[in-house]
């Protein structure tokens, strides 16, 4: 096999791995919601309520404060 | 150690560093920019290179544009924004830590210094003429310096938050962090001369790199300059302030996820496109085309998840200008990440490149997207941090339609200019001899390029408004109390 073919054959094969990843994380995306593992669209919220006197959405419970 | 016990007085945020870097902002923008308007009337009038000897000449003064506007004003007003934006997502206050205070305050000045060192060495000569990487061996030290201060204040603020996840925008501002970081490191790898002969100018310095690899180096970070300077941090800035100031959430959270990953991946591997038909190796430079074509797809994402933030509330189009300045900034991102895409692609690239037009496509994206959304999100703060209503309305809408009638000159005169400019190049008589001499084309060029220097002259008055009008917030604005502070739409007197 010359370095061509070589080169040929990677191009194909990370093509379908690089498509293979994005279609993968589109559908972890996805998923996740639907089994209602994760709910990505509420982080949305993040920046409209964003007072210090708010209550955060999820609670850093390893939050560390230097004093 | 566990959860701060609240004191007896509550908590605010505190916004000392973000007004430092809003004033550096506004004075690079004018510096920078006012530069810019200058070479622009020289490149129409070259008369005006003779007006202040070796310091007025347009190769002079260039690199204290482009770094004065990029290092200058963008990156004070992605600092700006991070000491707000920051903040606020992570729901975290700056006064919680007197560290982060400190490493706040160090970051700005050492930023500051390095900055007005940038001017006067550049000023002086001093270069080391690696296009937007000019700025010699000991300033590139205090620009480590100042990098690693940020860094420190953005991981700092993020291991004492609040709020567990970290916002899309947070993701934008590390990625900016990291890339510009280790692009600067590396493609700044210099040699200081003097320590190694013993003679010269202990300024000067000479690449690690030599020929066609210093090339590709320098391609490889000068394009993602544009990807890590203007283009991610400026998501991060849109990603908070559109929706906040409309007071939608963002329209698809996981758009804005698999954007960011998507420009993340693409965006690397682009910059070989700025070196088509030169002497690097052929699959580079399609490897640069193909990734700059797909580089559409997580730009596109972006722009069209912040269009359709605005989904049944387009009305605030006409009645907040604050909505005008960001969706006509996320508009010119979906114009430039198409227009660069096309120049990318080879048998275009053989026309377009050397030209004018690919000064056209780099400031609608600079004017338009990165200047719109730097003044926006200081507008956004100005109420915030000053707690005091916008002096006027009037002047934001003014601002806006100077500003877009200055980009629309800007973009349209260096397009007619390019494609003139292109054509004209290659253009051979029957016997294959050029048809135009080189000046035939400058010849040509004048009235554009005159164009262009107005349109830029109309921008730099908008800025100058923008200035004023912060001015007179903070010099007279009427006070606020908390209740009006905390809203949505920034409070500003008509």
């Known amino acids: 096999m010359d370095i061509g073919q070589l080169q040929a054959y990677a191009y194909f094969f990370f093509t379908l791995l690089l498509v293979f990843l994005l279609y993968s994380y589109i559908f972890h995306l996805y998923i996740s919601e639907r089994r209602g593992t994760k709910d990505y669209e509420k982080y949305g919220k993040l920046a409209l309520d964003d007072e210090i006197s708010s209550e955060p959405l999820e609670k850093n419970s390893e939050r560390v404060v230097e004093k | 150690m566990g959860e701060q016990s609240q004191q007896t007085a509550p908590i605010q945020y505190d916004y000392t560093v973000a007004k430092m870097f809003l004033v550096s902002t506004i004075l690079f923008g004018i510096i920078g920019m006012g530069i810019g308007v200058f070479i622009a009337f020289e490149l129409a009038f070259p ?7 070796e310091f007025g000449t347009f190769s002079r003064l260039r690199p204290i544009h482009t770094n004065g506007v990029a ?15 920051g903040q606020r997502v992570l729901k975290v206050s700056m006064a919680e830590s007197k560290f982060l205070m400190t490493v706040g305050k160090l970051h700005f000045w050492l930023y500051f210094i390095t900055i007005l060192l940038a001017v006067v060495t550049l000023l002086s000569g001093l270069t080391t003429s690696k296009e937007y990487a000019e700025l010699e061996w000991p300033l590139d030290i205090l620009v480590v310096g100042f990098m690693v201060l940020w860094g420190i204040s953005i991981f700092g603020l993020i291991g004492i938050r609040r709020e567990r996840t970290l916002y ?3 993701w934008y501002y590390i990625a900016a962090f990291v890339a510009i970081s280790m692009l600067y490191v590396f493609n700044n790898m210099e040699l200081p001369t003097y320590f190694v002969t013993g003679m010269g100018s202990i300024m000067h310095s000479v690449s690690w790199y030599a020929g066609t690899n210093d090339a590709l180096v320098q391609w490889w970070y000068g394009h993602n300059a544009v990807a890590f300077v203007f283009t991610t941090p400026i998501i991060a800035i849109i990603y908070y302030f559109l929706p906040k100031e409309s007071g939608q959430a963002v ?7 698999l954007s960011f990953w998507g420009l993340m991946f693409v965006y690397l591997w682009a910059g070989g496109h700025h070196l088509i038909y030169s002497t690097v190796p052929d699959w580079m430079q399609t490897m640069g085309s193909v990734f700059s074509v797909v580089l559409i797809l997580p730009s596109w994402g972006s722009a069209i998840n912040m269009l359709l933030t605005m989904k049944g509330e387009w009305n605030q189009l006409q009645s907040n200008p604050l909505i005008k ?11 430039s990440t198409l227009e660069g895409p096309i120049q990318a692609i080879k048998s275009v690239n053989a026309l377009a490149h050397f030209t004018d037009w690919i000064p056209g496509h780099v400031h609608d994206g600079t004017l338009g997207w990165v200047g719109f ?13 000053f707690k005091k209503e916008i002096y006027s309305k009037k002047l934001i809408e003014i601002q806006f339609w100077l500003q877009t009638t200055g980009i629309v000159l800007y ?16 253009a051979v008589d029957e016997y294959g001899n050029l048809s135009y001499s080189f000046i ?55």
């Not at chain 2, 300045?325 to 114009?335: E, R």
Request: glycine share 8%.
């Open chain 2, 440 to 494: 035939d084309t400058v010849e040509v060029l004048h009235p554009y390029y005159t164009m262009r220097a107005i349109g830029g002259a109309f921008y730099l008055v908008g800025l100058f408004i923008w200035a004023y009008n912060i001015y007179k917030t903070f010099k007279c604005g009427r006070e606020l109390s908390d209740k009006e502070i905390n809203v949505n739409a920034s409070p500003m007197a008509s």
């Open chain 2, 71 to 85: 290092f200058g004003f963008t990156l004070s007003g992605i600092f700006a924004t991070w000491y707000y934006v």
């Open chain 2, 168 to 170: 899309i925008s947070i």
């Open chain 2, 411 to 426: 973009f349209s005169s260096m397009w007619i200019a390019g494609i003139t400019q292109g054509m004209m190049w290659r």
């Open chain 2, 47 to 53: 008369e005006l290179n003779n007006l202040f000897g």
């Open chain 2, 251 to 257: 329209y698809s959270y996981k758009l804005s996820l």
């Open chain 2, 325 to 335: 300045f960001m969706v006509l900034a996320s508009t010119f991102y979906m114009l």
């Open chain 2, 373 to 385: 959304m730097i003044i926006a999100g200081i507008y956004h703060m100005t109420p915030r941090v």
